[in-house]
């Protein structure tokens, strides 16, 4: 069933367990998460962010996640609209029937100017008021997503800052963050703990110094009631990017969110673990393996098929990693 996310992340926190969300854009995702999902018996969030709607239109994206909950009646699924960048992004996820919308104000509208503290308070709690009257879940964000290397966002387009952060933009701080959910009663935050969207994160594997972890644990000693959310966060798998690179594609040398790190934040209140980077590259690596092995080859259904099994690895691994595999 459509459930709210409110309700899979107290679970989640009760078992002490992490729920990765999962961005998707169309058929092949969607039926890799539920394929995954039901094999591991696992609860699923699928999120949409703004770039899917226009993608594939709001009305695809509800019906294809309406087609998830028939085909998979036993699978707990939330739909969760990721980054909404004003109250009316928000309103607009909620009467198309998501369950959970997320409130970004730490940018204004334009997806890239740092907002101040007062806007993202203001917009936050606008948007708990007229989701909890009526049972949708709301996520906010507290601090700028970026690299602590270079303090840049990362992502060339949207979802991230222009211009350099300075260190205490690029980490949440603990007080106002437990000021900043009392302020706004959101149910889920996310936090800025290094991390950037996208393939390229860090030029190094991570260490304390850019992926902040201690960070996560200080924020969930001040707010211990608090769901706490990390985005950026795929492990960008070496093996994905060698893939890639065997079969013609131009990937620089790059590192993610160690899979192992991110099991340490969920020890410390991480729920919410987005990812999106890692379906993308676990597809793209299958489909141009596939197209150089069979030129000859022309019905996207036979590569649009290791695309989805190649995704559904990766889904299948992070239900496992982040103990979510038998909590449906
Ligand atoms: O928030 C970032 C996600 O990776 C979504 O990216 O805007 O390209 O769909 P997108
Ligand atoms: P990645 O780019 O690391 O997959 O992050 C996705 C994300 O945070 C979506 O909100
Ligand atoms: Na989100
Ligand atoms: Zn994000």
């Given at each position: 069933p459509l459930v709210s996310m409110r309700q899979l992340l107290d679970h989640a926190a009760e078992h002490s367990y992490g729920l990765p969300a999962f961005n998707v854009n169309n058929l092949e995702q969607v039926q890799a998460i539920m394929e995954a999902a039901a094999e591991l018996d696992s609860p699923v969030i699928m999120q949409a962010s703004a770039g899917a709607r226009k993608y594939a239109?709001?009305?695809?994206?509800?019906?294809?996640?309406?087609?998830?909950?028939?085909?998979y009646p036993h699978i707990?699924?939330?739909?969760?609209?990721?980054?909404?960048?004003?109250?009316?992004?928000?309103?607009?996820?909620?009467?198309?029937?998501?369950?959970?919308?997320?409130?970004?104000?730490?940018?204004?509208?334009?997806?890239?100017?740092?907002?101040?503290?007062?806007?993202?308070?203001?917009?936050?709690?606008?948007?708990?008021?007229?989701?909890?009257?009526?049972?949708?879940?709301?996520?906010?964000?507290?601090?700028?997503?970026?690299?602590?290397?270079?303090?840049?966002?990362?992502?060339?387009?949207?979802?991230?800052?222009?211009?350099?952060?300075?260190?205490?933009?690029?980490?949440?701080?603990?007080?106002?963050?437990?000021?900043?959910?009392?302020?706004?009663?959101?149910?889920?935050?996310?936090?800025?703990?290094?991390?950037?969207?996208?393939?390229?994160?860090?030029?190094?594997?991570?260490?304390?110094?850019?992926?902040?972890?201690?960070?996560?644990?200080?924020?969930?000693?001040?707010?211990?009631?608090?769901?706490?959310?990390?985005?950026?966060?795929?492990?960008v798998p070496q093996e994905l990017l060698a893939i890639i690179r065997e079969f013609g594609g131009d990937m620089k040398e790059t590192y993610g969110v160690p899979v192992e790190e991110i099991v340490e934040g969920i020890k410390y209140g991480v729920r919410k673990i987005n990812i999106d980077t890692d379906i993308r590259l676990a597809m793209t690596g299958a489909i141009r393996k596939f197209m150089f092995e069979n030129p000859s080859k022309f019905d996207p259904r036979e590569y649009l098929k290791p695309a989805r099994e190649a995704a559904k690895l990766v889904v299948k691994a992070r239900f496992e990693a982040f103990g979510c595999a038998g909590q449906a």
């Open positions: 239109g709001e009305a695809f994206l509800r019906h294809l996640i309406d087609a998830a909950v028939e085909a707990p699924v939330v739909m969760h609209q990721d980054h909404g960048q004003s109250p009316a992004v928000c309103l607009t996820a909620i009467r198309s029937g998501f369950s959970s919308v997320m409130m970004d104000g730490s940018l204004l509208e334009d997806g890239k100017t740092p907002a101040s503290y007062d806007y993202n308070v203001e917009v936050t709690r606008k948007v708990v008021e007229m989701s909890h009257a009526i049972g949708v879940t709301v996520e906010g964000e507290l601090g700028c997503l970026g690299s602590l290397e270079t303090g840049e966002a990362g992502e060339e387009d949207g979802h991230g800052a222009e211009g350099k952060l300075d260190h205490s933009q690029l980490l949440t701080d603990p007080d106002q963050a437990a000021d900043f959910v009392k302020l706004t009663d959101c149910d889920a935050l996310a936090i800025a703990i290094g991390t950037s969207h996208g393939a390229y994160k860090f030029t190094r594997k991570p260490t304390g110094d850019i992926l902040a972890i201690d960070r996560i644990k200080a924020i969930h000693q001040r707010i211990p009631n608090t769901h706490l959310v990390m985005h950026g966060s795929s492990s």
